[in-house]
């Protein structure tokens, strides 16, 4: 099936640090997505992106937080401090937008984030 | 803003028995309703998802009901297998919006 890559699978930084997290979507898919899911279990929505834009964003989103896809490239989501509290998996997802599977979510395998 | 729960957050079962999650939202806009299952260590992926016009969708062993009424949706696993045993995480969107997630529920078939 459709495929969403996520590079790094595992990031160590020290706190204060920059650090990007990188998504390669679904080619044909036009709606990106990051959520964070803390303890293995809540998944809890960041941001998503469409045309060039952030469309939607939650309160986690903080300033710290930035995304972009430049040029139809990776989709990125760039933290910058980082803080402790930024500890998490990090999963990238994509959809196509239309079509019959237009709200189907596809995800990356995540991006383990360690801030010490 | 939408807020989705999930009312079990562990479930075991034995195999061959069948196993239903259930979950609540809260705003009536909500029109599409999705299931995804994340095994240990991995990612999540979609398994079923059900829309506002109907109240009843089948995919094999997995049913999905929705009672807009309620405002409540489950998914029922028959015949459950110890592949079955994952995180299932149901999930509520207005068409074109972001998807709001319930916290999970693990779900543990035991042989």
């Known amino acids: 099936g459709p495929k969403v890559l996520q590079i790094p699978s595992h990031q160590i930084i020290d706190m204060g640090q920059m650090v990007t997290l990188n998504c390669d979507p679904v080619?044909?898919?036009?709606?990106f997505y990051w959520y964070k899911q803390i303890l293995g279990q809540q998944m809890e929505f960041l941001v998503n992106?469409?045309?060039?834009?952030?469309?939607?964003k939650s309160k986690l989103f903080k300033d710290q937080f930035s995304v972009e896809r430049p040029d139809g490239s990776y989709f990125t989501l760039k933290i910058q401090p980082t803080a402790l509290e930024d500890s998490a998996v990090y999963f990238c997802?994509?959809?196509?937008?239309?079509?019959?599977?237009?709200?189907?979510?596809?995800f990356g395998s995540g991006t383990r984030l360690t801030v010490l | 803003g939408e807020k989705v729960e999930q009312h079990e957050s562990t479930l075991s079962v034995r195999e061959g028995d069948s196993a239903v999650i259930n979950c609540t939202y809260t705003?009536?806009?909500?029109?599409?309703f999705p299931w995804y299952k994340q095994e240990a260590g991995k990612s999540l992926h979609f398994v079923i998802d059900?829309?506002?016009?109907?109240d009843r969708k089948q995919s094999q062993r997995l049913i999905v009901l929705l009672d807009k009424k309620a405002k409540r949706f489950s998914l029922h696993i028959t015949a459950t297998q110890p592949e079955d045993s994952a995180i299932y995480f149901c999930?509520?969107?207005?068409?074109?919006?972001?998807?709001?997630f319930g916290d999970g529920t693990q779900l543990v078939v035991k042989p």
């Open positions: 997802a994509s959809r196509t937008g239309t079509g019959a599977s237009a709200e189907t979510l596809y």
């Open positions: 080619s044909n898919h036009l709606y």
């Open positions: 992106f469409y045309n060039g834009k952030v469309m939607e």
């Open positions: 705003d009536t806009a909500s029109s599409y």
């Open positions: 059900i829309r506002s016009n109907v």
């Open positions: 999930a509520a969107s207005m068409s074109n919006n972001r998807i709001f």
